[in-house]
């Protein structure tokens, strides 16, 4: 294991609601990924970090946000969930960076918005 | 815009088979392919990588071809196993990059 621990593991909220995903590494990484993973399109970018209130937007950005306040936790908000936002949310840390980064991925998080 | 393109969907071969899984990539800039493995429940692990200076990488089983010119690369498991049964990734990046752009995901199921 990489030393990666999501919380929650499994949330069903409702519509409209505030939901946050936690991520926390006791690897001491630099860069800290959120991906969602959906039937037919694979893993796709959320957010990432690259260190303490260093973030950016990814693939998929519209309907999240993103915060890193500490090396070891990298937090991703829904402000308002929405039925398409029922995924599948990996967080993910890579250490050296480039070049040819390894990455490595948490167990995920099963969200349900309903 | 998909950006890499994977196939077959899913897989079904038996014990003992060579099942291929292909992908394609539109950004020449590319420069690092890594493939990921994924069992049901678990988050997706490095299985083996390969940069397009070589047209064919090895590690035990799996088997990384690359061609440049195509634009194309693809994953061979050798003597395939029931346990080799799992979701299958095809990713890119630029070497120097620090994102990857998945491939859809191929379902391989490895019959007894």
């Known amino acids: 294991d990489a030393g990666i621990t999501q919380s929650p593991r499994h949330k069903v909220t409702e519509t409209g609601t505030p939901v946050t995903l936690r991520c926390h590494q006791t690897?001491?990484?630099?860069?800290m990924y959120w991906y969602r993973q959906d039937p037919g399109h694979g893993l796709r970018l959320i957010h990432y970090?690259?260190?303490?209130?260093?973030?950016d937007k990814g693939e998929v950005s519209d309907g999240y946000s993103v915060s890193r306040s500490k090396t070891e936790d990298f937090l991703l908000t829904l402000e308002s969930a929405t039925s398409s936002q029922t995924s599948v949310y990996f967080c993910?840390?890579?250490?050296?960076?480039?070049?040819?980064?390894?990455?490595?991925f948490g167990e995920g998080s099963w969200l349900t918005v309903v | 815009q998909q950006q890499v393109k994977q196939s077959p969907q899913s897989l079904i071969v038996q014990k003992g088979g060579i099942p291929i899984i292909n992908c394609a990539y539109e950004?020449?800039?590319?420069?690092?392919f890594p493939w990921y493995q994924q069992f049901p429940g678990k988050g997706p692990a490095l299985l083996i990588a390969?940069?397009?200076?070589?047209s064919e990488k090895k590690e035990g089983r799996f088997t990384i071809s690359f061609n440049k010119s195509a634009k194309q690369f693809s994953l061979h498991i050798m003597d395939s196993q029931p346990g080799d049964s799992a979701t299958y990734f095809c990713?890119?990046?630029?070497?120097?990059?620090?994102?990857?752009?998945f491939g859809g995901g191929t379902r391989l199921m490895v019959k007894p």
């Open positions: 993910a840390i890579s250490g050296t960076g480039p070049p040819g980064n390894t990455i490595y």
């Open positions: 690897e001491n990484h630099r860069y």
């Open positions: 970090s690259y260190g303490v209130k260093d973030t």
């Open positions: 950004n020449t800039a590319f420069d690092y």
């Open positions: 390969i940069r397009p200076d070589v």
């Open positions: 990713a890119a990046s630029m070497y120097a990059g620090n994102m990857l752009t």
